[in-house]
């Protein structure tokens, strides 16, 4: 069976990210994984890193809870918006206050080496955005995709991250709305 964790990262209510989490996670729940969600903007946090890694910030109960959550699945599923090329500050604060050193990766003493703490789980991105995903790979060269597949998830271990790139959100038609509907349905259902 697999574990499934979906992390919500839109700060906004009911948008077109909750249609696609909840289509993911009819179609996982429909082969029989397990699931667990994480909306973002109901958690109570400090977006802000304010020690650094000097590792005096108190993790507040539900980022204890979300890393137990992260240690519990086999797959992670974002799902969220692309802000500025990038993703909202509200994932980026989820990120860096919940990936930490000892818990997702651990420098060696004395090394620019480290441990990958997150082996052995793969990850999938759904990234809505208003820009055409072909300018954003041919002008901007996917920088969001690029800093959560590589410099986050891959940093970690997290291996394959896989994206979905859908758009443009903002011109589409409700028929285009529904097929990328559909899409990430067969997407939860195939478990990937």
Partial sequence: MKNILIILGHPVKDTFSDLLREAYTK??????????????????????????????????????????????????????????????????????????????????????????????????????MDTPPWYYWLVYRRPGHNAMKRGILGFCGISPAKTTTIGAVKTSSEKKRQQWIASVEKLGRKMI
């Fill in 27 to 128: 179609g996982a729940l429909a082969s029989g994984a397990s699931i667990r969600e994480l909306d973002l903007r109901k958690l109570k946090f400090d977006l802000n890193f304010t020690q650094g890694y000097r590792g005096n910030q108190e993790l507040e109960p539900d980022l204890q809870q979300a890393q137990e959550d992260i240690k519990w699945a086999n797959h992670l599923v974002f799902i969220y918006p692309n802000w500025w090329s990038t993703f909202p500050a509200l994932m980026k604060g989820f990120i860096d206050r919940t990936f930490l050193p000892g818990f997702a990766f651990k420098y060696h003493q004395g090394s620019l080496l480290w441990d990958k703490l997150l082996k052995g789980r793969s990850a999938r991105l759904i990234v809505t």
